[in-house]
């Protein structure tokens, strides 16, 4: 009688590991390539205050800054800086297990590595590569930049040459910008890695000189609010002004609030008047009443209403919103732009 032999005893598997997409493989390699050098101190962690001295270094390009600004943007919460995070090369290599195992970061590094890429080769490197700015060109990404794209935007559509004559291009390959009423503001050329990281306009740097140049300014009239190393976080992390409004034009401008509370005594916005009850839609004939701007009586919506700031109006007037009122500048170009209030 022939002995039957027992069965083979399955062995455990382990899980295969995803395939990782070739954006994520490119920005793994690229950080681990470039990991030594960001590392300024050589302690083996790559800090938020060695990521932003990195960025200001016009030697890092393509995919380095793309994979900088990544990291960056990974790494920093709004204005929440004691919250911010470091990396190790222990970090990178579990971000790349988490991705192995079809897991979801904690931060969206990969997403962020692709959009700074498609920046860069979006972005001429021309000032103003058509001549004047345009308010369709404006891409806001992941800063908290509407309150000045919302400005910049508005003039580019009325009266571009006004932006155009703010900046000035030195021999250097720095610029200097004059914003009304203010000393000149001297700055470096926007790099690579500042591109990759911010909002940017596809017809040239010009958005970007006037970001930088503005941050400069608002640290210099703001010292004791939040700052980073890198300037450019100073138009994100502070909170709006229509006193951008003024700084591009040179004339006067207030805030009109639609709904809710007006501005506390002292801000920036103090005295601005409410002209809705709170939490009640502006009707187009209560926005008809607004002064110094022309409004389109067009609404999407119970709770939304378009503003079409007047051409040749001698100010400017921004609306903020409040209690979920929705404005957008400027017809439904705005809606490319990403400028939400």
Known sequence: MAVQEPPPVATPTAPRAATL????????????????????????????????????????????????????????????LPETRSFSAADIDAIERTLEAGQKLDANFIGYFAA??????????????????????????????????????????????????????????SYTVQFAGQPPVRILRPTDTEIATYTTAKDGIWLNVLQKAYAVLRIRMEPKEP???????????????????????????????????????????????????????????????VPHVRLVARQSGARDARLLARANA???TVLHQADGVRLGVLEDQLRDCRVPW
Not at 29 to 55: C, K, P, S
Not at 145 to 164: I, K
């Open 227 to 289: 700052a980073t190393r890198e300037a450019l976080d100073s138009v994100g992390f502070r909170t709006g002004s229509t006193g951008v409004v003024e700084l591009l034009t040179g004339h006067p401008s207030r805030a009109i609030r639609l709904g809710g509370e007006s501005e506390q005594p002292g801000s920036t916005h103090a005295g601005a008047p409410t002209i809705t009850p709170a939490g009640a839609p502006p009707s187009a004939r209560m926005l008809a009443q």
């Open 21 to 80: 997409r070739p954006v994520a493989q490119q920005f793994l390699a690229t950080v681990r390539a470039n990991f030594a050098q960001w590392d300024l101190n050589h302690d083996g962690r790559l800090t938020r205050e060695e990521i932003e001295l990195d960025m200001q270094n016009p030697h890092f390009t393509g995919d380095a800054a793309a994979a900088l600004a990544s990291l960056k943007i990974g790494a920093t919460k709004s204005n929440h």
């Open 116 to 173: 700074g890429r498609k920046k860069l080769e979006e972005t001429p490197r021309e000032l103003f590569a058509q001549g004047t700015p345009r308010l369709t060109a404006i891409r806001q990404m992941f800063t908290s930049d509407c309150y000045f794209l919302s400005a910049a935007g508005a003039v580019a559509q009325t009266n571009p040459l006004a932006l155009v004559r703010l900046i000035t291009p030195n021999r250097d390959g």
């Open 314 to 316: 001698d100010r400017l």
